[in-house]
């Protein structure tokens, strides 16, 4: 007759299992546990686990995390050279945990690919996922350390961001103020330059998926349902419609094979609308009322929302979200320039743009995006330039998760005449800018940072 082993000796059985820790440890903990509740005058073995458990966790033997999955006989707890250390959550393309180098003792994140996402189409794009993130090198984008492949489970290994994305910052502190939200949006637009530089368009750009430091340093997450920009027929998803609704860009719901760069911009410019107004651009309904939505209509005006706005801000949120590309700011780098005015990339300083989240902040796990089948997609569509004016004024809701019910909006204006055929001058002429191009405006910032330094230089200033 097999003798049924207590709860306690079941608990030390699967943790020495583990390899996590040594029996001395174990006995050493059980030790101060008994004489913890010496007074009891019976010991429940239940109590006794979660005393045990209290003393591995504060010993720094364990985890929280680790202590509840060896309880549950769960001991599987190492990827390769990587022990697991906590459950982040659930990314992109499958499970995000944090972890520890076992030599190195650096922490990182790893994202795991669920095994019932082993199928072909699934380990191929994991696989262009590793690839495309193993040559991202970028401060304002989330890097990646290494990748392997334990038993039949794959894995991403990424750099660990403590902090919160910016999805939970607004949700948990409200609206950004411009100088915030500029400063987080301008490092994730050179982030994403960087990205389009290297032929890469993320696709799923969106709050959730930006992530906020402590200190204020903003970085893109979650490139692994990024589409190769230069070769199309290279991405196994190449003809779904990949992205979160709320921030999908018309040509990503008309022609999903054939976004760009500019589709980024456009998904940027829903999440500098989200961060300074703490709503969605179209709160309410489904994904296809959504989708239907971006083809054919404008949002409120931030400033109904947010009436602090200035209307240069405002402009360039409306230019960054312009639904003909043609009329669309088309670069990131041109992002990064048009909101220079309000925003400080160097988070660490205690200006109005920093931002400041406070410690303790836990890092957090992407939530994955959406993908429309086919039959999901939408035909021609007329789309039309519309300006925040002439729409109409309709309940807000602070984010579209929650929110069942759509706003009301009134019908897009007429179409106006056709745009000019030099996007660069319907953009300037969006935003009331006179003449000069984004080239020229460069040039003029590297002269003044040519004159500030040399100033500095001789003495002149500070």
């Known amino acids: 007759m097999t003798e049924t082993l207590s709860p306690v000796a079941v608990f030390r059985e699967a943790a020495l299992r583990s390899d996590l820790l ?22 429940n073995p239940e109590l006794v686990c979660e005393e045990m458990s209290k003393v591995l966790v504060r010993d720094r033997i364990l985890t929280p995390y ?26 992109g393309m499958g499970q995000v945990f944090g972890g520890v180098h076992k030599i190195m003792g650096r922490q990182c994140a790893i994202k795991v690919l669920p095994l019932q996402k082993s199928d072909p189409l699934s380990l191929e794009s994991f696989a262009r996922e590793i690839r495309l993130q193993s040559n991202l090198d970028s401060p304002y984008l989330v890097r990646a350390f290494d990748a392997g492949k334990d038993g039949k489970v794959h894995y991403l290994v990424t750099e660990y961001v403590p902090g919160t994305d910016l999805r939970r910052l607004v949700r948990e502190h409200g609206r950004l103020s411009m100088q915030q939200a500029a400063s987080i949006i301008a490092q994730a637009a050179a982030g994403l330059a960087y990205a389009h530089e290297s032929g890469l368009v993320h696709r799923d750009v969106k709050p959730a998926n930006i992530m906020v430091t402590p200190d204020g340093h903003a970085k893109v997450s979650d490139v692994g349902l990024a589409a190769l920009s230069f070769g199309p027929d290279d991405d196994p998803r190449a003809g779904m419609v990949v992205g979160t609704a709320d921030y999908l860009s018309p040509e ?10 500019p589709s980024d911009i456009y998904s940027l ?18 994904s296809k009322s959504k989708c239907r939505r971006h083809l054919n209509e404008m949002p409120l005006k931030p400033t109904q929302h947010a009436p602090e706005l200035s ?48 410690e303790g902040m836990q890092p957090v796990a992407i939530p994955a995006a959406g993908i429309l089948s086919p039959e999901d997609s939408f035909g021609e569509s007329m789309l039309d330039e519309m300006s925040w004016d002439n729409v109409g004024s309709a309940a807000s ?22 745009p000019p055929e ?7 002429q969006a935003t009331g800018i006179s003449s000069p191009t984004w080239l020229v405006s460069i040039l003029v910032f590297t002269a003044i940072g040519f ?9 002149v200033l500070f």
């Open 22 to 43: 040594k029996a001395e440890q174990w006995e050493r903990a059980a030790k101060e546990v008994k004489q913890n509740l010496a007074s009891e005058d019976r010991l």
């Open 66 to 91: 680790q202590s509840q999955q060896i309880r549950a006989g769960r001991t599987k707890l190492t990827l390769g050279n990587y022990v697991i250390t906590e459950f982040l959550g659930q990314g």
């Open 252 to 261: 990503q719901i008309r022609t999903p094979d054939q976004v760009g760069p």
């Open 269 to 286: 410019g829903c999440t500098l609308y989200y961060a300074c107004t703490g709503s969605v651009p179209f709160p309410g309904g489904d």
């Open 311 to 358: 209307e240069a801000f405002v402009d360039t949120i409306a230019d960054m979200m312009e639904k003909e590309v043609s009329r669309r700011i088309t670069t990131a780098a041109e992002v990064v320039m048009r909101l220079s005015p309000w925003a400080t990339m160097d988070a660490d300083t205690n200006d109005s743009g920093s931002i400041q989240i406070g």
């Open 397 to 418: 809701a602070p984010d579209s998760s929650t929110s069942s019910t759509s706003s009301v909006v009134t019908p897009p204006p007429p179409p106006r005449d056709p």
């Open 422 to 428: 030099n996007p660069v001058s319907a953009a300037s």
């Open 451 to 459: 004159l500030f330094g040399y100033l500095t230089a001789r003495g």
